[in-house]
């Protein structure tokens, strides 16, 4: 079997592998953003493309049939659900980043403005809390609500809204 070497193929898979990207990139961060309204109309857009390509017949076959090209952008779209579904992007993120966060949340002082990577998160503000620290974390973001985490190994932050995430850290959100 040979791979599809037609340009509509190769740009339809191209363009599913990119939504799959962007959306395992967005899921990795936590909460949602304004960002993901346009991801998502673009999924839409893909799902039109998709309805488009499946009446597609080739010239002198009588039935619609599964090429084998099909199979990568379903198995793409297939894999990115789980993967979101499971958390995965979240999870393995900030397990990779999670070394420099909590080097950097300990050693927060005084509230500032950082717009540094601490591991694999651009970090944009940084505010002492009662015990710890909390920071906003952003991907592609327009800043429509923040989102981030807050580091707090002694009790539950009190104030704000905050969901524990793993061990002594909370995923917090503020805004609409």
Request: proline letters at 7%; glycine letters at 6%.
């Amino acid at each position: 079997m040979r791979p599809s070497r037609d340009p509509f193929v190769l740009l339809f898979t191209g363009a599913v592998a990119l939504a799959s990207l962007l959306t395992l990139i967005e899921a990795s961060t936590p909460g949602l953003s304004f960002w993901a309204l346009a991801l998502a109309l673009y999924w839409v857009a893909l799902a039109i493309a998709t309805a488009w390509f499946a009446r597609v017949r080739e010239p002198g076959t009588a039935k619609r049939a599964w090429k084998p090209w099909m199979f990568a952008p379903v198995a793409l779209v297939l894999g990115t659900v789980l993967l979101v579904g499971l958390d995965a992007p979240l999870h393995a993120r900030f397990a990779l980043s999670e070394p420099s966060l909590e080097r950097h949340a300990r050693s927060v002082r005084d509230d500032h403005d950082s717009n540094r990577w601490w591991g694999l998160y651009r970090v944009d503000h940084v505010e002492k809390i009662p015990g710890g620290a909390r920071f906003t974390v952003t991907s592609l973001t327009l800043d429509w609500q923040s989102h981030g985490f807050a580091y707090s190994p002694d009790r539950a932050p009190e104030e704000g809204r905050y969901e524990h995430f793993k061990g002594p850290w909370y995923i917090w959100s503020e805004g609409p």
